[in-house]
């Protein structure tokens, strides 16, 4: 069993490009979501999905665009890559609503210059 | 808005040692709240998740108790081993889309 895959695992980009970070999972979860975790910081989440078809903003979503076409794949795009972007991104899971436990991918690291 | 702190920021210990990682919240309101271990490079892993009308949760040496009316969880990590030596994290979950995490504790166990 997989859990939850992240794609790719390291990536650098110059200010203004723009890309999509991967995440699947195939535990079947309705519920999935995008953080980004900074130096001496808590994880932060970005977006989120409670199953396809729905998306929702979290705490810091400005420069980045979600979809939920199915309920394997939760992809996060930066539309025009900035400095302040720089981070490690993770993607996470759960089943059902807030009383479950969260699973994680690994992570991409994202560098922007 | 919720706050999470975990006290201290970073925790050196030699093996075998008994210790207590804290982590405080200001809004009792929540669903649960869940412990994470991480380690350099990688993801979070769950340790230990703790429902809203739950005292404590066990899995091995790892104990971890809430109060939610003091907003205070603590992991217990009994019998301490260099294997332990990681980032732990606590998170508040509300919602959805309200889930905080703590900056976390760098635990290092010295053999």
């Known amino acids: 069993n997989a859990g939850v895959t992240q794609t790719p695992k390291f990536q650098v980009l110059k200010t203004g490009q723009s890309m999509t970070l991967q995440c699947a999972q195939d535990?079947?979860?309705?519920?999935m979501s995008w953080y980004r975790q900074d130096p001496g910081m808590g994880l932060r989440l970005i977006h989120y999905s409670v199953g396809a078809g729905i998306t929702d903003q979290g705490e810091v979503p400005n420069g980045y665009n979600v979809s939920r076409s199915t309920t394997e794949d939760f992809p996060l795009r930066l539309l025009s890559a900035a400095p302040s972007q720089t981070s490690v991104y993770f993607c996470?899971?759960?089943?059902?609503?807030?009383?479950?436990?969260?699973?994680f991918g690994n992570g991409t690291r994202l560098t922007v210059t | 808005k919720q706050e999470v702190t975990q006290i201290p920021a970073a925790l050196s210990v030699p093996e075998g040692e008994n210790l207590v990682l804290n982590c405080s919240f200001t809004?009792?309101?929540?669903?649960?709240l869940q412990w994470f271990r991480q380690d350099p490079g990688k993801g979070l892993t769950s340790l230990l998740l703790i429902q809203s009308s739950q005292r404590e949760q066990t899995s091995g040496r790892l104990n971890a108790s809430l109060d939610k009316s003091s907003g205070r969880s603590t992991l217990y990590i009994a019998a301490s081993q260099p294997g332990d030596s990681a980032t732990y994290l606590c998170a508040v979950r509300k919602g959805n889309n309200d889930m905080r995490f703590g900056a976390g504790t760098r635990l290092t166990v010295k053999p």
């Open positions: 809004d009792s309101a929540i669903y649960n």
């Open positions: 535990m079947n979860h309705e519920y």
């Open positions: 996470a899971s759960s089943t059902g609503q807030g009383w479950t436990p969260l699973h």
